[in-house]
């Protein structure tokens, strides 16, 4: 009877340990870093190509969790904005050199290099949800680099990517006014002023041009809720990334009743 009742308590222990609920700023992770630079360039020198990677390992948490969160890490890691999703480092490695030596045969008197840099942070979060994001950066030649910026979030209870669009209520009038009124203030454009005057160029995606409008590309932080506009989604190239931020409190209310 003894060995039944503490087997017992033994499953049920490790029951509760399984269903426990990790918070964001409780886990546990260490950054890992790459360099690979072509030919053996030094990457610190004006014309040398190579890719640098930056991005959290997650470990010693649940070992589910943590096979979880970083199988989604490589997901957005290994995705190029302008080039789809590579199977794996190597081969976004060995898409940049390529690119850079077809490059080279065209133009084989250029001394510009070409950059590839992808780094993922840990932003924050609030409770069960994980908030990161992405920042690749590169160039290939031209006047400038491109930077898009990509911010995830994650039910860490549920082992779930959040729907920006199933979590949020992201076309809500009331939480677009809100938004526009804290752009306004943020980027110092008068009540008065259009947002098409004042340099910004909301179209399509259902709303009449020029309308204010929020998109998907938002994280949790600080009790805050941030949304980030890349280059060139809303403004000239000169604007850079044009943010949004409401409290968290605030947000609630336009939440989606099912969580997800």
Not at 166 to 182: E, F, M, V
Request: glycine share 4%; net charge negative; proline share 4%.
């Amino acid at each position: 009877m003894k060995i039944v009742l503490f087997l017992l308590s033994f499953c049920l222990m490790l029951s509760c340990q399984t269903k426990k609920t990790i918070s964001f700023n409780t886990l546990k992770h260490t950054e890992r870093k790459a360099l690979f630079c072509y030919k053996n360039c030094q990457a610190d020198s004006i014309n040398c190509t190579y890719l640098r990677l930056s991005y959290p390992y997650f470990d010693k948490n649940n070992q589910e969790l943590d096979s979880f969160l970083n199988h989604q890490i490589q997901q957005v890691l290994l995705q190029r904005p302008d080039s789809g999703q590579f199977i794996s480092i190597d081969a976004m490695r060995d898409s940049l050199f390529k690119e850079y030596e077809a490059f080279k045969k065209d133009i084989p008197d250029s001394e510009l290099p070409f950059t590839e840099e992808i780094s993922i942070t840990v932003e924050g979060g609030k409770d069960s949800l994980l908030s990161l994001e992405c920042l690749h950066y590169y160039y290939q030649g031209g006047a400038h680099g491109s930077t898009v910026i990509k911010r995830r979030m994650f039910d860490l209870a549920k082992r779930e990517v959040l729907t920006p669009h199933h979590w949020i209520q992201l076309k809500n009038p009331d939480l677009l006014t809100l938004a526009a009124k804290a752009f306004r203030a943020y980027q110092e454009i008068p009540d008065s002023m259009s947002f098409t005057d004042a340099g910004y160029f909301w179209e399509a995606d259902g709303y009449a041009d020029g309308e204010f409008r929020l998109n998907d590309n938002f994280l949790i932080k600080n009790d805050s809720v941030m949304w980030l506009y890349n280059q060139y989604e809303i403004a000239a190239y000169a604007a850079g990334t044009p943010e949004v931020k409401l409290p968290l409190q605030q947000v609630l209310p336009y939440l989606n009743k099912n969580g997800k």
